[in-house]
């Protein structure tokens, strides 16, 4: 449960971003989070309510983009939709899986009023 | 008042990783070889350390950074014990330690004596996987009693792994621990992952570990 540290971060870069846009307030915030980044959408929102306050970004909607894990098979070359935490490849049964997709953990913009 | 879409495309632990790079800099700059420790609670980090340094001793130089949640020497007071140098962080109820956490570990440490710089995570099997610290590899020590579903149940920390460590063989023969099933989850995760059996109890595959861990010393010395 490291979605103290995480929201610190959002508010950090909304923060800076809107400064370099010369915005005025922070409406929306766009993440992208895979789903093999083990963070909760509801632990970030509780921290965010309470941070954001007197804060350029209070009252900005956060919006999760969630990405589906796809495994890449070493053997067969092919790619799958991760279902659970672990399996193996579909097509062949190998267990030699990389993450092609799913790890993803960014800001991807913001959405600003300015005056 | 009009309404824009800024666009940003930033890492959301970007602030941490640009610490943990100048973190590795300064390692590099020191000759310091180090590994990130991770682990649960309990499963022999110190006592993993403690044997690391009696093998390689007097020919390593072993440095440790201990991350702790509670305000505690306990753990780098052992290895002040044993004559390395030890620094104690206090994550003030953080579940990880994090690049600028190290970063202050770093400057209480006389890094351009030191060889080998072992940084014990807070233990936990979820936070610290997320947080690059500026170390050169990520080391997780596993141990037979908490059972051999590990790898399934905290995919993330295993996918993450440079080496891996079982400890505390000496207790298999009274707990039901499937080795294979283990060893099934762990290469799902992470391929031909370099892996030591050891206990630190009787001392049982530490050997091979120190000289894993020499040849990479010595490799780490030629770049």
């Known amino acids: 449960m490291h979605e103290l540290a995480v929201t610190e971060s959002i508010l950090e870069i909304a923060t800076r971003h809107a400064q370099q846009a010369e915005a005025a307030r922070v409406t929306d915030i766009y993440l992208v989070i895979g789903q093999l980044s083990s963070i909760v959408d509801d632990s970030v929102q509780f921290y965010w309510d309470s941070m954001a306050e007197n804060t350029i970004c209070q009252g900005a909607q956060l919006h999760f983009k969630r990405i589906q894990a796809r495994m890449r098979c070493q053997d067969c070359q092919g790619e799958f939709e991760l279902a659970s935490q672990l399996e193996p490849c579909p097509a062949c049964g190998s267990y030699r899986l990389t993450v092609a997709a799913g790890d993803e953990f960014f800001m991807e913009s913001i959405e600003v009023e300015k005056v | ?223």
């Open chain 2, 1 to 223: 008042m009009t309404v824009n879409r800024v666009q940003v495309v930033e890492n959301i632990l970007n602030a941490n990783d640009q610490v943990a790079q100048l973190n590795r800099q300064v390692l590099d700059q020191a000759g310091a070889f180090s590994i990130n420790l991770m682990a649960s609670p309990g499963a022999g980090k110190t006592s993993f350390i403690l044997k690391t340094i009696q093998a390689l001793r007097p020919e390593v130089n072993i440095g440790v950074v201990e991350g702790d949640t509670a305000p505690v020497t306990i753990d780098a007071d052992k290895i002040n014990a044993v004559g390395m140098p030890a620094v104690q962080i206090n994550t003030g109820g953080e579940c990880h330690l994090d690049a600028v956490m190290l970063k202050a570990g770093l400057q209480q440490l006389p890094l351009l004596e030191i060889d080998l710089l072992i940084v014990e995570n807070v233990g936990n099997l979820i936070c610290p996987a997320a947080f690059d610290l500026g170390t050169h590899i990520n080391l997780l020590v596993a141990s037979i009693p908490e059972g051999d579903d590990k790898p399934y149940k905290y995919p993330n920390i295993y996918r993450g792994l440079d080496v891996l460590v079982i400890n505390k063989t000496d207790l298999l023969p009274y707990i039901d621990f499937r080795m294979e099933y283990f060893r099934q989850g762990v290469e799902m995760l992470n391929p031909g992952l370099t892996t030591f059996a050891v206990s630190c109890k009787t001392g049982e595959g530490i050997d091979a570990w120190a000289d894993w861990l020499r040849g990479r010393l010595a490799a780490a010395k030629q770049v």
